[in-house]
């Protein structure tokens, strides 16, 4: 059951909408019955769909390349994950050329333990990954739903729900991916933020800092949260969530610490292995390639431009329907940390972990401009499933 929504939230809610949707936006939110009943159904009918067709569809595709359903399935970060599920984190970070090749440890622990657990009751790594993936991006669905509903009621959070489901980085679903277990503890650690659960919302946090470090935009809204409510209320308890959150991320630092005996190990693998560091000028750099030549950028560059134009159209959609401090500072820090990481920029699926930018449209529109986001968001999952499956040119 949803937590009942605070009195002083109403105000917020009620001043994002038009006024003509504010009486409707209020009857949404008002019987506790009600929310007990609401459920993203659609949504995740709508998922399951297209999870459905994607294994169809590599299916029949196999038959022609026979290249394997499982290894179609397990390709790009899936092979990693597996390699750490089979032979764990190596001790000794391989060199080659005197830099830091790829290696497994530039992956998160969670998601691999999640499918090492599963493999002790019979299930094997490959299918046990696939399994995860497709069970925890459903419940990101719900996650990002609830949440939507919590903020904006439940029409609007029906809409969210929706085109979340569809949304182009929703292909990670279908492959061996840690994403949904990082957007499901978020967004439920969002809610338990808005709800004052602090040990809640640190413990989610601190599963969402061991799958993902993206997480530590999540981490940002807790020491918000907790540090504004520690000073109102005279008390320590809001701490435990900022204080819990980052609790995953640095138990892995710490590990590679002692499993390699070297405190940068990941930071080094990220560097060396796949070329991946903080750049301000890397969002910037994207925008001006695309203003001085149009036609010069790479399939690369034309998608990393459409993600970062997506993301400064959702940024200010965000603050336009006025979400909540702890969601608006998530979903911004989250498209940064994306959008500074050269090469990684604003592609679909780490756009997708700035969830709340998908929230913003689906609250934002409805009729036939909420129909047209939703068909393109379908035309571009179809797309950039066949390019993971098809293509090895351009990482995911």
């Known amino acids: ?13 009620t ?7 504010a009486s409707r936006a209020s009857s949404d939110l008002a019987p506790e019955a009600d929310a007990r009943r609401w459920f993203p159904t659609t949504a995740l009918l709508v998922y399951a769909a297209c999870r459905l067709l994607t294994l169809i569809g590599v299916a029949v595709t196999d038959l022609i390349t026979h290249n394997g359903l499982v ?15 089979r032979h764990g984190y190596p001790a000794v970070l391989p060199m080659v050329d005197g830099r830091v090749a790829e290696n497994p440890i530039a ?39 609830f949440l939507a509903r919590r903020i904006a009621g439940d029409s ?40 004052r659960r602090w040990w809640l919302a640190g413990v989610l946090g601190a599963l969402a800092t061991a799958a993902s470090p993206v997480a530590l935009a999540f981490v940002v809204s807790c020491a918000w949260c907790g540090g504004r409510a520690a000073w109102k209320d005279r008390t320590l308890t809001p701490l435990l969530a900022p204080v819990l959150a980052p609790l995953g991320i640095a138990l892995y630092m710490l590990y590679l610490w002692v499993h390699t005996g070297m405190l940068m190990a990941w930071r080094l693998t990220e560097r060396g292995g796949w070329k991946s560091y903080p750049s301000l000028s890397y969002p910037f750099h994207i925008l001006y390639s695309f203003v001085t030549n149009p036609l010069g950028p790479t399939f690369t560059g034309q998608i990393l431009l459409v993600g970062t134009v997506g993301a400064i159209i959702g940024i200010v959609l965000m603050i336009r329907e006025r979400q909540p401090a702890p969601v608006l500072l998530y979903g911004l ?7 500074f990481s050269h090469p990684v920029g604003l592609r679909p699926r780490f ?4 969830f709340p930018i998908v929230i913003a449209l689906g609250t934002r529109y409805s009729g036939w401009v909420y129909r047209c986001l939703v068909a393109v968001s379908v035309i571009l999952l179809v797309l950039f499933t066949i390019l993971e499956v098809g293509s ?3 990482f995911p």
């Not at 001043?15 to 949707?21: F, G, H, Y």
């Not at 969670?110 to 009751?121: I, K, W």
């Not at 820090?333 to 959008?339: L, V």
Request: a negative charge; aromatic letters at 10%; one cysteine or more.
């Open 156 to 195: 609007r959070a029906e809409r969210a729900a929706l085109l979340f489901a569809v949304f182009p980085g929703t292909f990670a679903f279908s492959f061996a991916y840690s994403e949904g277990i990082a957007i499901t503890c978020i967004g439920f650690g969002l809610i338990a933020l808005l709800d």
């Open 1 to 13: 059951m949803l937590p009942e929504t605070p009195a002083d939230s109403v105000p917020l809610l």
């Open 15 to 21: 001043s994002a909408l038009p006024v003509e949707d």
């Open 351 to 354: 756009l997708m972990l700035a």
């Open 392 to 394: 090895r040119s351009v």
């Open 333 to 339: 820090g989250a498209a940064a940390m994306a959008a």
């Open 71 to 85: 290894a179609d399935l397990t390709a790009w970060d899936g092979t990693w994950f597996l390699k750490i599920v």
């Open 107 to 145: 992956f998160f622990p969670l998601f691999p333990m999640a499918v090492r657990a599963l493999a002790c009751v019979g299930i094997p790594p490959a299918a046990g990954s696939l399994v995860i993936s497709a069970v925890t991006g459903a419940s990101a669905v719900v996650a990002v739903g």
